[in-house]
């Protein structure tokens, strides 16, 4: 596989892991009550800031997993 394509691997799945666990934890946070866009910083929307960042960085951590596992394969 050359360098660019490589780097592209990379860079697409970095982004959809980061964005994907985003959304999950976004969905998580609304399904649990908390409401991310509420006025203010209430107790609900830190509780949704931080399942968006946690499962942000879940996802990311996942699609790069995903890319050793691949890694190995080739």
Request: proline fraction near 0%; glycine fraction near 20%; avoid cysteine.
């Amino acid at each position: 596989m050359s360098q660019a394509a490589r780097l592209l691997k990379e860079g697409l799945s970095d982004a959809v892991g980061f964005v994907g666990g985003a959304l999950a934890g976004f969905w998580l946070a609304r399904w649990l009550g908390f409401d991310l866009f509420a006025e203010g910083y209430g107790a609900g929307s830190i509780g949704a800031i931080v399942a968006v960042g946690l499962g942000g960085g879940a996802g990311l951590q996942l699609a790069r997993a995903w890319r050793r596992a691949t890694a190995d394969k080739e």
